[in-house]
């Protein structure tokens, strides 16, 4: 089987789809469990730079989104983190981390604790 290349490109046009309700949460979590982690041969990225690829961290977001408790809202900080230009990694790294951050998340566990998708990980 020759190997998957997961190229920015498709990423945005999921997380586009996400955002505008074409796709809902668990398809999205679907998809990045199909792509992530990338350790096998048949998957990998496009835009690896050393050790670091924008592409591999917003789908290992995406690959756990239902324990991040992310939502289609916040498709933007992912889309953002996508045009980070080549060689500014740790720079687009770093503004991704803070706005992830930023989300108020004990106002989303009250949100979201009737959705089955989040249960598991909003039980205490």
């Known amino acids: ?11 945005v046009r999921v997380l ?12 999205v979590l679907r998809w ?27 789908l290992s977001a995406l690959e756990s989104l239902d324990m991040n408790l992310a939502l289609p809202e916040d498709a933007p900080i992912y889309l953002e983190f996508l045009t980070t230009p080549p060689s500014r990694f740790d720079v687009g790294y770093t503004q991704f981390k803070q706005q992830i951050g930023a ?4 106002t989303r566990r009250v949100q979201l604790k009737d959705v089955p998708l989040y249960l598991r990980f909003l039980r205490k």
């Open 32 to 58: 990045a469990e199909a792509f992530y982690p990338s350790s096998s041969s048949d998957v990998e990225y496009a835009d690896w730079e050393g050790d670091n690829s924008v592409t591999n961290e917003v």
């Open 103 to 106: 989300i108020d998340y004990e």
């Open 16 to 27: 586009t789809d996400w955002r505008e309700g074409r796709m809902s949460s668990e398809e």
């Open 1 to 11: 089987m020759p190997t998957r290349i997961i190229k920015r490109e498709e990423v």
